[in-house]
């Protein structure tokens, strides 16, 4: 079977190209301002290796932002921006009961919570968690990256609105009541961070995970 992913490690415990995630991972947890991107290729791993991560991540960003300009969403920058927020939902049937956090990326240490909210659905936590933090970030004069698994969610944002089936009724009143809110919110107030997919796939799990897979 062909390898699919290599993984760069400029910055761990011990340097070099890795195989899997879990020996790349191996070499980054724990280690403060760890620097690491994935690669389709052998090769492009170890041109990357060779040019350091000043120039593989200045790379990265310049296309993201020629995405960006032409109107397609960011691409994740394979390795994780740790001086970052990310947030996550907790539900109990979709829709039903739910609550969100964000979390500092680095420590896992929970920075805000809401919840249990009555009746929601997962991209509806997901999208508020997102509002809270940038609202939170803002009152800090902090431009950190915001992290979401939920592309969806993350559309809404951009775009100011959101698309979903459930239903305004008596018991779905206090979820709209707060979506109301954050859009009031998103359209009332600039901000520069970033917002991006986590890759869970490449990651794992995203810190602020509720573990109710």
Request: glycine share 10%; proline share 2%.
């Amino acid at each position: 079977m062909a390898q699919s992913k290599y993984y760069v490690v400029w910055e761990g415990k011990t340097p070099g190209i890795y195989e899997s995630w879990t020996a790349c991972k191996a070499q980054v947890d724990g280690v403060a301002g760890a620097k690491y991107k994935s690669f389709g290729t052998r090769a492009e791993a170890e041109k990357a290796y060779r040019g350091g991560w000043k120039r593989t991540f200045s790379e990265a960003r310049k296309a993201a932002e020629r995405e960006t300009a032409a109107g397609t969403p960011a691409a994740a920058a394979g390795a994780v921006d740790l001086d970052s927020i990310s947030v996550d939902v907790g539900t109990r049937g979709n829709p039903g009961p739910i609550e969100y956090k964000g979390v500092d990326t680095r420590t896992g240490e929970v920075l805000f919570a809401y919840g249990p909210i009555s009746k929601g659905t997962n991209n509806l936590g997901e999208f508020l968690a997102i509002v809270h933090a940038l609202a939170y970030l803002k009152k800090q004069g902090s431009s950190k990256t915001v992290y979401s698994d939920s592309r969806t969610a993350l559309k809404w944002v951009r775009e100011k609105q959101v698309a979903t089936n459930l239903a305004r009724d008596e018991t779905t009143q206090e979820v709209w009541t707060l979506v109301d809110r954050a859009l009031e919110w998103l359209r009332a107030n600039r901000y520069d961070n970033k917002l991006l997919k986590w890759e869970t796939t490449e990651w794992g799990e995203i810190k602020a995970d509720y573990g109710r897979k």
